[in-house]
């Protein structure tokens, strides 16, 4: 409940030497923006109500208010009866106040499907108008830098409140990070021997592939008798020199043991043995070479040409390859890159580095993006150097990256939740707003009053944030409209139209 000078109303301007008071006041329900007079015992006193409903605040168009006074020292209470809406959110409780002396007071709401007590405290009914004035002059003035936002301006654009409560958030450090691949999630797919590319149609960027998948193939350049057939006909002409050759060794054996022929003849054929056999064996080196050879350039061989597959699944990032152009080995022809996860690597200061050694989950917070992204990481490693450059250390997050909303190379902020948690105000994230870098909330001071502050965040935890100063529980401040709050603040000292009662 808040006591100051009100805004004067054109309408039924009371005169110029009474003082408008007014009271503020919130339950679950219903917001309480009531005006009226000092209080003189005796007089018929006239108090104009304003009642919103806290649960879509919008203004209250239908039920009656009342008052209740009860006199402190005990006694019979008195209740003022209300009007009937005089538009959607006005009402008017009207009466002769009781005699002189303190009184505890509240509003009574009586509306479909709304009932509500506002408990406003105490309250004086002074003896005449005379002390009535004197004090509430002595009230203390008004903040000269509030923000007016009227009631009527509340109620029909958008708008709306909350309570800063005491709650507990999880320890975090706020880091810059980038996205980056995996170790072992990147592969190049390259020309394995010189010769032209050809495929049926080309993969594409962006094209996801799966392991062993077939990109296209290359038809490598081959000298004379390097193609499959001569090297095959080689070795079948090895093989039959070998063969020959060991039938004269068979036969000059048999002719030495009858003494036909003399042992010179025997150890010629022998000679001539080992030479076919080598000249076979180096013959079906050089076949199973090439057959290998093309195996290891990206898959099974197939007639003259490599086949080129995929080494591991992931997304085509770059495509080097042209169809029908040559390459000389080991060029270059598709970047895959996989995406289902990636790595974050943060930039932790040296001040904040004992806080990895107890992340328990990770926000990514994306320019441009309105939500940070939840990660859970799998892995942590890090070199455990300090950068001499950005005197920070470098820690890699294995991640998931879900629905590929993870760009590698994106670069962001890293919220780096810790298993602690700090006990401090908070607030929703979208009552903080930011200028020049700073942030700040706008509170709502009573029923038509509200100020700006700047706020010191203590961290954020999903949608709460944590504030270090600036606000205090129990506060209420905007979480919905703080642009048309902002507009009034800038629209301050113009003529205003006040309402009607």
Not at 396 to 424: H, S, W
């Amino acid at each position: 409940m808040g006591l100051a000078w009100g805004c004067a109303r054109p309408a039924e301007q009371p005169p110029a030497e009474v003082p408008t008071l007014d009271v503020t006041s919130w339950t679950d329900k219903s917001e309480l923006f009531m005006e009226h007079p000092p209080l003189v015992a005796g007089q018929t006193v006239r108090f104009a109500v304003h009642l919103t409903k806290l649960a879509d605040f919008t203004a209250l168009n239908a039920g009656r208010p009342s008052i209740e006074m009860t006199p402190e020292a005990g006694g019979a209470s008195v209740t003022l009866p209300g009007s009937d809406p005089l538009r959607p959110g006005a009402f008017r409780v009207e009466g002769t106040l009781p005699p002189a002396g303190r009184y505890t007071w509240a509003l009574l709401v009586r509306a479909p499907g709304l009932e509500d007590r506002h408990d406003l405290g105490t309250t004086v009914v002074f003896p005449d108008e005379a002390a009535g004035i004197a004090d509430a002059e002595k009230q203390p003035e008004g903040d000269a830098t509030a923000i007016a936002y009227l009631k009527e301006q509340q109620w029909t654009n958008p708008f709306a409140t909350v309570l800063v409560r005491d709650g507990d958030l999880r320890r975090s450090v706020r880091v810059p990070a980038a996205i980056q691949p995996v170790t072992g999630g990147e592969a190049i797919v390259s020309a394995p021997a010189a010769g032209r590319f050809a495929a049926s149609t080309l993969v594409p960027i962006g094209a996801m592939v799966r392991a062993g998948q077939a990109l296209g193939r290359l038809e490598p350049r081959l000298t004379v008798g390097d193609d499959r057939a001569t090297l095959a006909a080689a070795v079948a002409e090895a093989q039959g020199a070998a063969e020959a050759a060991r039938a004269e060794q068979t036969r000059a054996e048999r002719l030495l043991a009858d003494r036909a022929v003399p042992a010179r003849r025997v150890e010629e054929a022998r000679r001539g043995v080992t030479v076919a056999e080598a000249q076979l064996r180096a013959a079906e080196a050089r076949l199973a070479q090439r057959d290998q050879t093309l195996r290891t350039g990206g898959g099974a061989a197939s007639g003259n040409a490599f086949a080129l597959l995929a080494p591991i699944s992931g997304k085509v990032s770059e495509v080097m390859a042209t169809l029908g152009a040559s390459y000389d080995e080991g060029a270059p022809l598709f970047k895959i890159v996989k995406i289902d996860e990636v790595e974050l690597q943060a930039m932790v200061p040296a001040a904040d580095v004992g806080v990895t050694r107890n992340i328990d989950a990770i926000a990514l917070e994306i320019p441009g993006r309105a939500d940070p992204i939840p990660l859970k990481p799998h892995h942590m490693h890090d070199s455990g150097v300090i950068s001499p450059e950005t005197r920070a250390l470098t820690v890699q997050f294995e991640v998931d990256n879900p629905g590929g909303q993870l760009l590698l190379g994106q670069t962001g902020t890293a919220v780096l939740y810790t298993r602690e948690q700090i006990r401090v105000p908070t607030v929703p994230k979208e009552a903080v707003l930011m200028e020049s870098g700073r942030p700040y909330v706008f509170v709502h001071a009573s029923g038509e009053s509200f100020a700006r502050r700047f706020v010191e965040i203590a961290g954020r935890d999903g949608d709460l944030v944590g504030i270090k100063s600036g606000v205090a529980a129990g506060d209420r401040v905007v979480t919905r409209g703080a642009y048309e709050v902002q507009l009034a603040s800038a629209a301050k000292g113009l003529a205003a139209e006040g309402h009607v009662h």
